[in-house]
Nanobody, 118 residues
């Protein structure tokens, strides 16, 4: 199994920045891709960004392109999401996801709350 623990969420004013972290443990050798998702109140969980484990190219939903940057430090088994120019519509619980080679199983963290005030 893979365990994921997010941190770094909080309350920030519009235009501000936050950096989320996701620490992976357990069978991390089975991870081949990681990503961030978010779920706002009353809405479905949506994809935000992803990166291949060991890669440098990130993929983003259009609404965060140019503002968010996903990165990974394999030596620390940690995934990051640098969020700049935050908007109130970015308010959501942010979840870390790991896709693994273990029968295609995906793992999720417990989520971290991001609140952007106007």
């Amino acid at each position: 199994q893979v365990q994921l623990v997010e941190s770094g969420g909080g309350l920030v004013q519009a235009g501000g920045s936050l950096r989320l972290s996701c620490a992976a443990s357990g069978r991390t050798f089975s991870i081949y891709n990681m990503g961030w998702y978010r779920q706002a109140p009353g809405k479905e969980r949506e994809f935000v960004a992803s990166i291949s484990w060991g890669g440098t190219n990130g993929y983003y939903v259009d609404s965060v392109k140019g503002r968010f940057t996903i990165s990974a430090d394999n030596t620390k088994n940690t995934l990051y999401l640098q969020m700049n120019s935050l908007k109130p519509e970015d308010t959501a619980i942010y979840y870390c996801n790991a896709a693994t080679t273990e029968r295609g199983h995906n793992y999720w963290g417990q989520g971290t709350q991001v609140t952007v005030s106007s």
